[in-house]
């Protein structure tokens, strides 16, 4: 029998394709078998967990996800989170993958260049593994004449605006970016939400000297999300590549994407647990509370809505389930959500309000706790998914024996969690506050496993890991569907 680092023991062992009681054993950072119950001895094992009839599941995956980064978006806002506050989070709320964004503003035209900085301030510092998407927002030559080395370089996604004046590109420029990617296998991502529409609706509630945060929902109603999402879809089409529609809030989007997911086309789509608990009633409580949950799209409007979200969820029509983990600091005048209130705008004024919330550490007890999910479902989109659409899998997402990293969750036995009310000071990212404030959960992960190492321990000790544990993830290509035909984009074929 051959000795292993740790066995888990006596647990229900869920991936996205299977359910069933599996002890694992781990050795040398990965996953080395599955075994019926009881067939493994304690012998045999350095470390033993019970996991007392717990789910065990794939660590989580989060691909959208906000970490130190220049204020980019013609305001004053800057992340409060560095890829150090931003990791250590993210592992005590289960995610042990995460991919942030290596931003590219307008004025700078090289992406390689980007990707070196941002590697840089990520490199020993960071508490999960951990990757990069290229945020494109001056697609010049030479950026485009840069892809096939980001390929080299293990990027194999990028993002780009329809959207803020600072980093929106014109349907011209998102062709030529979506050309050079289906041409080097890049999955892209898009933000999609009509700029124009949403500066004309900003200068008509001006003139009206409407500034409160409540009017950040008014200025982007469902229709400039719906058009914008039927615009990416046909830019997609024409160009036959893959893309992402990401952080979708309206069930009108979501309508157009099925739709499309219905014609064969490899369009994938992403949301985000703010838009299975927010609305926009929480951007017009009182004393500027309300900018605390001012991201784009905005919470819409009921619990309709909210419905609407979790059937794409459950339908298939959502691949993942992201964070969108955008964190500014609520106190901070300076560079965070209050920065924008002064004098003449004593209410703040809602188009600048740094624009993004905190949730790399809630998303997955928030989502397994609504208890609207099954638990593979849950898995496919917190994790597995995400590990296929950018490059990762079967290195995680999953539990495969002698392929995948032994990265886990270990979550609580039925009734061993008294439920409880999420509170900030709970958690451990670098934010004064969380949008979800008092929601009652009745799970979080009571081990996260990262290569084979136990880093977070909630019953004894908490945090077990230390910065610099991550390491950077070379990506190859999405291995789900892509483009329809074989070979190059013809012009010509129209």
């Known amino acids: ?82 890829f150090e506050t931003g990791t250590r989070s993210s592992i005590c709320g289960g995610t042990t993958t995460i991919v942030a964004f290596a931003p590219q503003a ?6 390689l260049s980007v990707l070196d900085d ?5 490199q020993g510092n960071c508490y999960t593994d951990y990757s990069f998407h290229m945020l494109v927002g001056h697609p010049g030559e030479q950026a485009l004449s840069e892809f096939p080395k980001l390929r080299e370089r293990g990027i194999s996604s990028l993002k780009i605006y329809m959207t803020y004046t600072a980093l929106q590109l014109r349907d011209d420029e998102i062709l ?42 008014t200025s982007r109603p469902q229709i400039v999300e719906n058009e914008a999402t039927s615009r990416a879809i046909a830019l997609a089409e024409l160009m036959d590549a893959p893309i992402l529609v990401v952080h979708v ?52 409007d009921s619990a309709a809505d909210h419905d609407a979200i ?73 994790s597995t998914n995400a590990a296929r659409l950018y490059g990762l899998y079967p290195q995680k997402g999953t539990i495969l024996p002698g392929v995948s990293d032994a990265d886990l969750n270990i979550w609580y036995p039925p009734g061993k969690l008294a439920p409880f009310k999420l509170t900030n000071d709970m958690l451990h990212h670098n934010v004064d506050y969380t949008p979800f404030e008092g929601v009652e959960l009745n799970q979080w992960p009571r081990y996260t496993i990262l290569r084979g190492q136990v880093v977070w321990d909630r019953d004894n000790g908490g945090l077990l890991a230390k910065k610099g544990c991550g390491q950077f993830l070379h990506r190859g290509k999405s291995t789900l569907p892509g483009p329809r035909k074989q070979g190059d984009w013809d012009v010509s074929a129209f």
């Open 310 to 382: 979790w059937l794409g969820l459950t339908n298939g029509t959502f691949t993942v389930l992201s964070s969108d983990h955008c964190p500014f600091m609520f106190e901070d005048h300076e560079t965070g959500k209050k920065s924008v209130i002064s004098q003449e705008f004593p209410e703040g004024r809602f188009k600048a309000i740094p624009n993004g919330c905190p949730g790399i550490e809630t998303r997955l007890a928030l989502t397994l706790s609504a208890n609207r999910l099954s638990p593979q479902k849950f898995v496919e989109v917190t």
């Open 176 to 217: 030529d970016v979506l050309l050079a990617s289906r041409k080097e296998g890049i999955t892209t991502m898009i933000h999609a939400e009509n700029g124009d529409v949403l500066n004309w609706m900003t200068k008509k509630l001006e003139e009206r000297q409407l500034y409160a945060p409540k009017y950040h929902a």
């Open 249 to 300: 809030s309206s069930p009108g989007a979501a309508a157009h994407l099925r739709d499309a997911q219905t014609r064969g086309l490899p369009v994938y789509a992403e949301t985000c647990p703010q838009y299975l608990y927010l609305t926009r009633d929480h951007l017009d409580k009182p004393n500027f509370e309300g900018a605390k949950c001012v991201c784009s799209p905005p919470p819409r």
């Open 1 to 82: 029998m051959d000795t292993f680092d740790l066995l888990v023991v006596n647990g229900l062992v869920v991936t996205a394709s299977d359910t069933a009681n599996y002890d694992i054993a781990i050795k040398d950072g990965k996953i080395a078998l599955l075994a019926p119950p009881g067939l493994l001895s304690a012998k045999n094992a350095a470390r033993v967990i019970d996991a007392e009839g717990g789910y065990v599941m794939p660590g989580g995956v989060d691909c959208h996800v906000h970490l130190e980064e220049p204020a980019l978006f013609g305001g004053k806002g800057r992340s409060s989170d560095t």
């Open 106 to 111: 307008k004025t700078m035209p090289s992406l």
């Open 118 to 122: 941002t590697q840089a301030r990520a």
